[in-house]
């Protein structure tokens, strides 16, 4: 819990640096260099215990099947959603779910396919996504086990959540989350330019 509010904490600082500073930040790649820096460090964690990483992997098959379900689930929830917007059809629902929390990239498709309007709606969705994860992660461990978080993570779980994943769930689950958000990361821009073409 004590991760979450202060992750809760850095965004809601950003926020307000970002609102109330004219921060300049095109020439500064600091968000590359953090990941960069997170992906060495987790390296470093899988490295150390490969025995142990092999074992689980082989033991559970299951793990392999998560990426497929997270994107069943999340593509049945956007199904669902179709009902309630009325202003959407199922084709631009579905496409927006697809996303999978990868919103720099699922947004820029759906806006140049589809215009603004609905890239913006990608883009909040998505992000609403990766921060629900992040602040959510304990919470869904506790009531749903140590593979819901890894679910609500999407393709963020080989990045940004990881740590959070890490932290909450223990390192026993960090290749199973790098392998999910990896192969959900590539299935985002097939799965968003597929479902545009459902009316």
Known sequence: ???????????????????????????????????????????????????????????????????LMTISGTLFGA???S??????????????GSGLG????SSVIISEIKGPELGAIALLSNVFREIIALLGAP?????FGPLAPIA??????ADTTLPVIMNVCGTDYTAVSVFHGILCDFSVPFLVTAMLLIN
């Not at 917007?85 to 927006?96: I, M």
């Not at 919470?139 to 009531?143: A, D, I, Q, R, S």
């Open 102 to 105: 990868y919103y720099s990239l």
């Open 152 to 157: 609500c993570g999407g393709a963020t779980t």
């Open 139 to 143: 919470l869904f461990k506790n009531v």
């Open 1 to 67: 819990m004590k991760s979450s509010l202060l992750i809760l904490i850095f965004f809601v600082a950003g926020l307000l640096v970002g609102h109330f500073e004219s921060v300049d930040l095109s020439n500064m790649p600091l968000s590359i260099i953090v990941l960069c820096l997170l992906m060495f460090f987790v390296g470093i964690s899988i490295g150390k215990q490969p025995d142990k990483i092999r074992q689980m992997l082989g033991k559970n098959i299951r793990f392999f099947f998560l990426p």
């Open 79 to 81: 199904f669902l959603s």
């Open 83 to 96: 009902f309630l917007l009325q202003k959407w059809n199922l084709g631009e629902c579905l496409a927006t």
